[in-house]
């Protein structure tokens, strides 16, 4: 037995059984008595006391990798008695239920894509995928280590990362309601993007669950998954953030991360479009991060000034979290001055900031 990943698997349970959801309060005693693998990971099993006079109840905390001090999630007690002759037995069935949960709720988001969170979808040409090249990307592009389960079925992966879990799941039949195909048509960067995405025959839905994770982590985790995704031989495009990026578009967007930063141009869609007062600009995806999505209306000036524009004040929000208030003003020098007002969308149907522009 690892005695270091022990003691932080224990101190891991104590600190859960704390949480005012469970005790409310640190355990009276609490001891390892063993160990199990699963899913080529490390599990160790508690018993515990709730105070001096209750009985050793059963708890189950890991999945740790190698010597990792990381577990991936599986923290977990029903406040069933403990039973020397069963721990092992009871231990791996609350593993497994975690496992189910987790899967049920990535089939939640996919349903209610309107919740905030990281749920995107790989589109694909026919009915397949190489998971043994996704594994091996995933590991290649970003360091991210996967063991397939030999359980696992066909069309599912699920793997934890930093206790966020992924969930993909191999979907035998095109996106829902032709919703991948109507909001194909706001890619005006790729002129065949409503046509190629009405050939998709199937789907890898893409979910980053975990939502004690900081917003941007599990942001960047899904880009990370979804690009790795997007190399799939059949992959045909990426619908997220509100339209259906092109995958080879999408892949070099994510590069952003290997360079330090955060990928903004994943994560938002920037929409442009001619109005008959100008050029006029819209974000979507800012809403994910607890932002209103902004606006840019009737501009006299080239699209990609304006284009340039609102990247560069949605870019501002996220990297620095900031907060933009209706009735203030930003800019990024002193002469530099914009006026942000808050009100109902013109381009989506919910309030939108409106920042002012001025041409250079």
């Known amino acids: ?26 355990p009276f005693k609490i001891e390892c008595t063993g160990t199990f693998g699963l899913y080529d990971m490390t599990y160790y099993i508690f ?19 190698g010597d990792s001090l990381e577990h991936c999630g599986h923290i977990f007690s029903e406040m069933e008695e403990y039973d020397e002759d069963t721990a092992v037995e009871k231990s791996q069935e609350m593993v497994e239920k975690i496992r189910e949960y987790w899967i049920e709720e990535a089939k939640r988001a996919e349903e209610n894509k309107e919740s905030k969170g990281f749920v995107g979808f790989v589109l694909l040409s026919d009915s397949s995928w190489d998971k043994t090249k ?88 899904f880009v990370k998954v979804a690009s790795v995704c997007a ?24 590069d952003m991360i290997k360079d330090g930063d955060l990928p903004i141009l994943n994560w938002v869609w920037f929409g442009l479009y001619q109005s008959e007062k100008g050029v006029c600009a819209y974000t979507y995806g800012m809403e994910t991060f607890g932002k209103y999505e902004i606006e840019v209306l009737d501009v006299d000036d080239k699209p990609s000034n304006v284009y340039d524009f609102i990247v560069a004040m949605a870019s501002y929000v996220l990297e620095y979290d900031a907060t933009l208030n209706d009735g203030e003003t930003i800019g990024f020098s002193a002469e530099d001055k914009h006026s942000i007002s808050l009100s109902d969308g013109v381009s989506l149907p ?11």
């Open 1 to 26: 037995m690892n005695n270091k990943q022990m003691n932080v698997a224990q101190q891991a349970m104590t600190d859960w059984l704390s949480h005012p959801n469970e005790l409310g309060k640190a």
């Open 47 to 65: 018993k515990y006391k709730k105070n001096v006079l209750g009985k050793w109840l059963l708890g189950v905390c890991g999945g740790y990798e």
């Open 134 to 221: 996704l594994i091996s990307d995933l590991k290649q592009e970003w360091n991210i280590d996967v063991e397939e389960d030999e359980d696992e079925t066909d069309e599912t992966l699920i793997f934890f990362v930093d206790d966020m879990a992924v969930v993909l799941g191999l979907m035998s039949a095109p996106v829902p309601n032709g919703e991948a195909e109507i909001n194909a048509e706001n890619n005006y960067m790729w002129k065949d993007a409503v046509e190629i995405t009405k050939s998709h025959k199937a789907h890898i839905t893409v979910a980053i669950l975990g939502n004690d994770i900081n917003i941007y982590e599990r942001g960047k985790l």
């Open 231 to 254: 190399k799939q031989k059949n992959a045909i495009g990426v619908y997220t953030s509100g339209t259906v990026f092109e995958p080879r578009m999408y892949i070099d967007f994510s």
């Open 350 to 360: 919910q309030k939108t900031l409106k920042i002012s522009y001025t041409s250079n």
